[in-house]
T-cell receptor, first 113, second 114 residues
Framework: QQQVKQSPQSLIVQKGGISIINCAYE??????FPWYQQFPGKGPALLIA?????SEKKEGRFTISFNKSAKQFSLHIMDSQPGDSATYFCAASSGAGSYQLTFGKGTKLSVIP | DAGVIQSPRHEVTEMGQEVTLRCKPI?????LFWYRQTMMRGLELLIY????????DSGMPEDRFSAKMPNASFSTLKIQPSEPRDSAVYFCASLREWSTDTQYFGPGTRLTVL
């Protein structure tokens, strides 16, 4: 049973637009929610992460919004650039750390000029 | 640091052959993870080690898969015998300490079993 559901599978956004990727989880024990960015031929790399004690975290153009009651979190990429074109994975883990991550299926983002 | 190093980057083999994937974690990292990535199933955790000891291997799909970590700087994932459905990208990741850090992934090994 998939524990982290990610949508959409693919996303096309124009340069300068806002990219939004959503994830929903089922396990209420999850308490760490990272987003990973993966370029073709590379391994996933941590982009930004949030813990449920805050509802939003912003780092540059990237923002995570977290809704604990709905068990949902999302990634917003403001002023999307062609260089942001990659596959994005949400993930979740329980316990105090980031080990044993459960990943979403990924969203392939294409930012067109 | 050079990051997590994996070899080979690409491997093509025939069904029934033994395949060994290698990983060198970041120096000083206590945890090492092996993942498999496919289009159908996404990223799946196969096994992870803490201080060279396997902690959870519940994600290892079958007895054909085995992993070892003989020392802090080297781990192997072996498939014997390999099957076409094992074709995937295999990632190794390492973690300094589980409560405060994040996993750093290697570049992966793309395995094709004909």
């Amino acid at each position: 049973q998939q524990q982290v559901k990610q949508s959409p599978q693919s996303l096309i956004v124009q340069k300068g637009g806002i990219s939004i990727i959503n994830c929903a989880y089922e396990n209420t024990a999850f308490d760490y929610f990272p987003w990973y960015q993966q370029f073709p031929g590379k391994g996933p790399a941590l982009l930004i992460a949030i813990r449920p004690d805050v509802s939003e975290k912003k780092e540059g153009r990237f923002t995570i919004s977290f809704n604990k009651s709905a068990k949902q979190f999302s990634l917003h990429i403001m002023d999307s650039q062609p260089g942001d074109s990659a596959t994005y994975f949400c993930a979740a883990s329980s316990g105090a750390g980031s080990y044993q991550l459960t990943f979403g299926k990924g969203t392939k983002l294409s930012v067109i000029p | 640091d050079a990051g997590v190093i994996q070899s080979p980057r690409h491997e093509v083999t025939e069904m029934g052959q033994e395949v060994t994937l290698r990983c060198k974690p970041i120096s000083g990292h206590d945890y090492l993870f092996w993942y498999r990535q496919t289009m159908m199933r996404g990223l799946e955790l196969l096994i992870y080690f803490n201080n060279n000891v396997p902690i959870d291997d519940s994600g290892m799909p079958e007895d054909r898969f085995s992993a070892k970590m003989p020392n802090a700087s080297f781990s192997t994932l072996k498939i014997q015998p390999s099957e076409p459905r094992d074709s995937a990208v295999y990632f190794c990741a390492s973690l300094r300490e589980w409560s405060t850090d994040t996993q750093y992934f290697g570049p992966g090994t793309r395995l094709t079993v004909l």
